[in-house]
């Protein structure tokens, strides 16, 4: 079945002014078929999905449908050429139930009556294995069961082509499990399934093919088995990962650290634990452990985003006052939150106003930022941190996520400051900007900003941090450095607390 071909765009390029969104590129999809589209943010990739599925059109190029051409004007076009999108974000309804979002916004050529769409919404849901009921509110499902809702109803619509856009980043392990069995029921009913992901390794468990895009061009097909996951980066990237290999040399720094800026005692707020903390100057440290673990709340507390109820702090071994964010970002702390849509960019504002946003609310009200102040400071940090934007009037909400995280952290820098916490900086967005940005973050060390950096990915933290923090169930279990660091010893730590 896999050698049938389902889908192909042949040509296919998209202008924008003054960008070249894709040139010339190939896709072809099969039934029975998991296909991995990868590439860094700014490769085309949202772009291709985009005219798949009618949202824009190609300026050149065709696509075919099981050898049929199709002309896809609009997403009802897609719909009716069989070709559905389960986007990371749930667009379904949560106050309604499940049936109810299964048959929302659909022409049944008749009114479906309730009694029908219960039977069938259960007999669809049933059939693919997905744990929710018809008459169940879709809001008291998880995150996992609404996307599979959201898949079961493009199952139930006749979908051929199933696009599933970072399906996975708001998911546990045994959710991605759940959701990668449903993918696999679906390749052997014949549905082709174009897999959008940030994850390597969730590339090489689940699809059958790779297609990488760099820079609105076709890269290359390949079999998954084909392709190492180190070759997988190289092609992302466009270079091999020798800087990588030699990034994360932190081995033997910390004797170069000089004195402890941060320092906390019992410090505890509305959701963190009381516990000790402390930083040198310019040295990268991390809070690591299990998703719930304590670290978000922890750094909150630190930057007073959270009420803080107690504990002490000195900076630079003065007492300080820290119970709010403008008191620590007057005490040159600056932080970047772990969910940048609701903590970080305001989307309607353009690249220029979020850039100086921290640094005016230092200045205050009374000390506005003028216009030509401004924009040399977007132009400076856009270059700075190659950040791929039309203009520095470009909305934010308008790039894709990693160069909106280049924007909050253009943001932080522009405030020049001693202590940086950043809080999953790279979460959700592609290999080559993760490797900036951690690049990024030794640079600022080296300079003697104290950085406190959150992953999720054990791996990155190693690469970046010369001292790791393990919590567990929101106490600190362990402090791990030197030999100690490294992933074995991580594990082992959250698993059975002091190491």
Known sequence: MQNEVLLQMRHITKKFPGVLALNNVDFTLRKGEIHALMGENGAGKSTLIKILTGVYQMDEGEVTVEGQPVIIRSPQDAQKGGISTVYQEITLCPNLTVAE??????DEGMIVRQKERIKRSDEILTSLGIPARAKQQLGSCSLAVQQMVAIARAVDMQCK???????????????VNMLFGLMRDLRKKGVGIIFVTHFLEQVYEVCDRITVLRNGELVGEYLTQDLPQVELVAKMIGKELDELSSMGDTEGKEEAKKEVFYEASGL?????????FSIRKGEVNGFTGLLGSGRSESVRAIFGADKVGGGSVKIKGEPVKITKPIEAMKHGIGYLAEDR????IIAELSVRENIILALQVLNGIFKPISRSESEAFADEYIKALNIKTASRETP???????NQQKVILARWLLTHPDYLILDEPTR???VGTKLEIQKLVLKLADEGVSVTFISSEIEEMLRTCSRLIVMRDRHIVGELKGQ????AQVMKTIAGGES
């Open 101 to 106: 979002n299964m048959f929302i916004g659909r």
């Open 268 to 276: 505890f707020s509305s959701d963190a634990l009381p516990f000790d």
């Open 396 to 402: 934010v909400g308008s790039l894709s996520g990693g």
């Open 484 to 487: 100690d660091l490294n992933q």
């Open 341 to 344: 849509k609701r903590d970080g």
């Open 428 to 430: 959700g967005i592609d």
């Open 161 to 175: 082509v199933l696009i599933l856009d970072e399906p996975t980043s708001s998911l546990d392990d045994n959710e």
